[in-house]
């Protein structure tokens, strides 16, 4: 038995390596290429234009988590399944979730397209007018990749499942890469355009994420491809079961991290929203460093709770704490090189207030903590708590965001604020429930 659990173990922390190694060369790779994208992006329209297309790309991916939990459902039942082996399980939980995507899919489409003819994107951004135009098409064409993007990105939760989330990364990388350089060759053959913008921010990503799904189902999962005659509505309640809780999870997090962009320009303009971007891009860079090691994390803790491998998580999660008092030092020399770094990135294009810079950082290290122990949470599917305690955060988010930017006159600086605020309670309630948890406590809504 024991020899059984050290081989487990081994086994495991190969393949959370392999995912760490795949993940630190994408992540990175993405990054440089984030970073460049944004001048280019700024340089082929302006810092409203930009602005103008930061937010209407979040307002039509608020349509498209409304997934009621199923892919993150999926990712727990399909690591379930897996480390169990029972691989006819594992395809008709997978053909099912692909089934109700689609359907879900094309109702949020038809909806949008009938809605979108009362509609004027110009008016609600309160844009010039000599962009109601571009506004109105590139909000089509973004209802459209996401619907498309909604179904096939499911194989990124598949791949999780199966502890190779890594893959998804390099994919993820690529897709930037071929970003760049579209936009790259639309600054030289094109004019200005939010639509042309669009097309080239997310094609690439779904063009890629196709073809992976067909290549993937027709090798590797042909044992596990979707198919009808595999589809079984009665797992649509398991997977809904767990990932309603997730589904709620989700929509706080829409109302947390992009209605930001949304009370901006309506609050200050579309131009004040490019700098608190900016800020948030340069400091996720530094999140984006922790979330190497955090990312594998979930399938991995799924896999361990299956096969009551306590030993692995408990050191698991401390080394986290460990590394995250390290993230801490690199936040802080983020916003001691921040301005010279804006200078170089963006030039005079945009200026960043330093303060924006402090709390975004303050913003970095509290959401990273706090995933330490969601991935664990998550993984474990006891959510009710999570899930409550979400639904007020989400409750004060906007009210706080625009009291403390408006109210009190702190501008931008003050939705970041109110983020941090509202993010406070998961560090405490975090923690709590993990200890809980790993050491058998856990009872009422602390192990549901």
Known sequence: ???????????????????VSQILVSQTGGTIIGFLLVPLALGYLDPTGYGLWLVINSLIGWFFILDLGLGNGLRNRLTE???????????????????????ISIMILLVFFCASHWFNWGKLLKAPETLYEDLNQTAILCAVFFSIQFIVNLI????????????SQVIKVFSSLLSL???????????????????AMLFPEIALLLIMNVSLFFTKYKNIRPAISAVHLKFGKDL??????????????????????????????????????????????????????????????????VLNDTLWIRKTIRLFIKLWFFFILVLILLVLFSDPFYKLWIGDKVIIPKSLTILMAIFAGQI?????????????????????????????????????????????????????????????AGPIQTYLLIN?????????
Request: hydrophobic fraction near 50%; charged fraction near 10%; proline fraction near 3%.
């Open 1 to 19: 038995m024991f020899q059984r659990i050290v081989s487990v173990i081994s086994a495991k922390n190969r393949q959370y390596l392999k995912n």
């Open 81 to 103: 399944a897996l480390s169990l082996n029972k691989i006819g399980r594992a395809r008709q939980y997978v053909s099912t979730t692909y089934f109700l995507i689609s359907i």
């Open 156 to 167: 990124n939760n598949i791949l999780a499942a199966d502890q190779r989330i890594g893959l």
């Open 181 to 199: 350089i579209a936009i790259y060759l639309l600054t030289i053959y094109t004019r200005p355009s939010i639509v042309y913008l669009c097309a």
């Open 240 to 305: 809904m079961g767990l990932g309603i809780k997730y589904f709620v999870i989700q929509i706080v997090i829409v109302i947390i991290f992009t209605t930001d962009n949304l009370i901006i320009n309506l609050l200050f303009g579309p131009q004040f929203v490019t700098p608190y971007n900016i800020a948030m891009k340069y400091m996720t860079a530094g999140i984006m460093l922790f979330n190497v090691i955090l990312i594998p994390a979930w399938p991995a803790f799924t896999e361990a709770t």
């Open 368 to 428: 990273s903590f706090n995933r330490i122990f969601a991935h664990y949470v998550n993984s474990s599917g006891k959510l009710m708590l999570f899930t409550r305690l979400s639904i007020i955060e989400g409750i004060f988010n906007i009210p706080l965001s625009i009291f403390f930017a408006k109210t009190l006159g702190m501008g931008p600086e003050g939705v970041i604020l109110a983020t941090i605020v509202c993010l406070c309670v998961g560090c405490v």
């Open 440 to 448: 058998g406590k856990a009872t009422g809504v602390w192990n549901k």
